[in-house]
């Protein structure tokens, strides 16, 4: 599966942005897709993550409450909705997808290139 990550920009800090990452294939509602990102200097680390049917998602503590992952498999698509924003934020956002029925899976073997997004103070 080939993944396409879209959607980043330069908003200001308490602004809105949705992520998409478009997956080539017709099995696509058997992956599980993760968003990570990586901040200048820093690891990569994991957002959010949704179950290939969107019956479980999964966030890292630094954007529950402000981030929301969805999917629709009709359209190939994840999405990651990003609300009230934060400078931290700053990142290159990657989506992965890994054929995973179930759970999350501990790795992902397909990535996306990612998507830059900024947000200003």
């Known amino acids: 599966v080939q993944l396409q990550a879209s959607g980043g920009g330069v908003v200001q800090a308490g602004g809105s942005l949705r992520l998409s990452c478009t997956a080539s294939?017709?099995?696509?509602?058997?992956?599980?897709v993760g968003w990570f990102r990586q901040a200048p200097g820093k690891a990569r680390e994991p957002v959010a993550q949704i179950t290939y049917n969107g019956g479980r998602t999964y966030y890292s503590d630094s954007v529950k409450g402000r981030f929301a992952v969805s999917r629709d498999n009709a359209k190939n698509t994840v999405y990651l909705q990003m609300n009230t924003l934060r400078p931290e934020d700053t990142a290159i956002y990657y989506c992965?997808?890994?054929?995973?029925?179930?759970?999350?899976?501990?790795?992902?073997?397909?990535w996306g290139r990612g998507t830059q997004v900024t947000v200003s103070s």
């Open positions: 992965a997808a890994e054929w995973y029925i179930g759970g999350i899976p501990k790795e992902y073997t397909f």
């Open positions: 294939g017709p099995t696509f509602m058997n992956y599980a």
